[in-house]
């Protein structure tokens, strides 16, 4: 898998002589071929969703039966055709590639006393002859991609693509977070899910701290990648479609099922201030000791 995953990038930086265009061209790659197993899961994952009423009756129906409750469990996800698990297995699958990549740049750029030595590459790739002319440094986009936020540098100009790198990485993930959270009605009633949508972000911008500033380039593309794969599913997959038709109108339903605005108006106006009341009271005194003195003029 190493040299597999060299090899790639050795090929798309032939392509485009760029680090970072080599590392974002394999973040793609890597992306679309897990494209159908990551609009098959999203699929599952509404389903189960929409399973979810079902679910909780046969919990309720076995809860002191957990094996029953296992069976049952089992035969129902079985004659609805769904996995439990499937909302997962796209991040799964790529944890094993992340891992590969930070071992790769550190490869790639290692040195043996003081002289580059790229491993995992031939030496009549173009790849690995620049990496010997950079002095074993991934030089692009104003940094180092071999090292770390974390690292020493020589001054703030150094340092500061690092951190605007990090602070890419964690807007995406917010964003990428907040926009299945917006299609996932679930996780919007949910204030684990919520707080998993403050929090992920910041876990992963402690993360990317650490790690090499290559990694972080294919966070950020695979983050924006998922960011359009969503719009696009959810755009033109009718199954996803419905989806979003059904929630908008229980939306408005929910909406339409709360008090008017007018009704509050209403109430709010339908009797006079008590100032007003106590002053009309106090006139009709006065007009009262007005008469009771006119009488006791004409009586005397």
Same mark, same amino acid.
């Given at each position: ?21 080599? #590392?974002?061209? %394999? @973040?793609? *790659? +890597?992306?679309? $071929?897990?494209? /159908?197993?990551?609009?098959? &899961? ?62 790769? #740049?550190?490869? %790639? @750029?290692? *040195? +043996?006393?003081? $002289?580059?030595? /790229?491993?995992?590459?031939? &030496? ?39 951190f605007v790198l990090v602070a890419l990485v964690v807007v995406a993930q917010y964003v990428q977070t907040k926009q299945m959270q917006g299609r996932n009605k679930a996780a919007q009633a949910n204030p684990q899910m919520q707080m998993m949508t403050r929090v992920m972000p910041i876990v992963f911008g402690f993360i990317s701290f650490s790690i090499a500033a ?87």
């Amino acid at each position: 898998m190493f040299q597999a995953l060299a090899g790639l990038l050795a090929f798309y930086y032939e392509l485009v002589p760029s680090y970072a265009a080599a #590392i974002g061209l %394999l @973040t793609l *790659t +890597v992306m679309l $071929v897990l494209t /159908p197993l990551t609009w098959k &899961s999203t699929r599952s994952m509404l389903e189960m969703q929409r399973l979810q009423p079902e679910i909780k009756r046969l919990q309720q129906k076995h809860k002191g039966d957990r094996q029953k409750l296992n069976e049952e469990m089992v035969a129902f996800y079985k004659e609805h055709q769904v996995n439990p698990v499937a909302g997962c297995l796209p991040m799964l699958l790529q944890m094993p590639v992340l891992f590969v990549m930070y071992q790769v #740049i550190n490869g %790639l @750029t290692r *040195t +043996v006393n003081g $002289v580059p030595q /790229p491993k995992y590459l031939g &030496s009549d790739t173009r790849l690995f002859q620049d990496l010997v002319a950079d002095g074993g440094q991934m030089r692009d986009l104003g940094m180092d991609l071999a090292r770390r936020a974390t690292d020493s540098h020589d001054s703030f100009g150094v340092a500061l693509p690092f951190f605007v790198l990090v602070a890419l990485v964690v807007v995406a993930q917010y964003v990428q977070t907040k926009q299945m959270q917006g299609r996932n009605k679930a996780a919007q009633a949910n204030p684990q899910m919520q707080m998993m949508t403050r929090v992920m972000p910041i876990v992963f911008g402690f993360i990317s701290f650490s790690i090499a500033a290559g990694v972080n380039v294919y966070f950020l593309v695979s983050a924006l990648f998922r960011i359009a794969q969503q719009e696009f599913m959810y755009r033109f997959d009718p199954v996803l479609k419905k989806h979003v038709a059904e929630q908008v109108k229980e939306v408005e339903a929910k909406a339409y099922d709360k008090p008017k605005d007018g009704g509050k108006a209403a109430v709010n106006g339908k009797a006079p201030k008590a100032g007003n009341g106590k002053a009309a009271k106090g006139s009709g005194n006065k007009g009262g000791n007005a008469k009771a003195k006119n009488r006791s003029k004409k009586g005397r």
